[in-house]
């Protein structure tokens, strides 16, 4: 059994900045791609970013290229999203997600509880 947990959620002023972690249990987590999505009130859940099992290949939606960053350390089961240059219309709950690198959400197996981001204007 995978367990997911994200943190690092939180309000924040436009412009601001935040880092999400996502802590995986398990010994497998090297060998998989991970993902984050976000869920805004109202609106479908929706990819944001995604990284392969080395960190050596990324994909993000073009609505965060340039102002957020995937990243992970296999050696603590963690997987990075450094967000910069938040904008209101991020805020969202954020998952993180086992699976693949690209933004399909089928192709991703076992998910977070989610941790809520709040961008304030």
């Known amino acids: 059994q995978v367990q997911l947990v994200e943190s690092g959620g939180g309000l924040v002023q436009a412009g601001g900045s935040l880092r999400l972690s996502c802590a995986a249990s398990?010994?497998?987590?090297?060998?998989?791609?991970m993902g984050w999505f976000r869920q805004a009130p109202g609106k479908e859940r929706e990819f944001v970013a995604a990284?392969?099992?080395?960190?050596?290949?990324?994909n993000y939606a073009d609505s965060v290229k340039g102002r957020f960053t995937i990243s992970r350390d296999n050696d603590k089961n963690t997987v990075y999203l450094q967000m910069n240059s938040l904008k209101p219309e991020d805020t969202a709950v954020y998952y993180c997600?086992?699976?693949?690198?690209?933004?399909?959400?089928?192709?991703?197996?076992?998910w977070g509880q989610g941790t809520q981001v709040t961008v304030s204007s």
């Open positions: 398990g010994r497998t987590f090297s060998r998989y791609a």
């Open positions: 997600a086992r699976g693949s690198l690209s933004g399909r959400e089928q192709e991703y197996d076992y």
């Open positions: 990284i392969s099992w080395s960190g050596g290949s990324t």
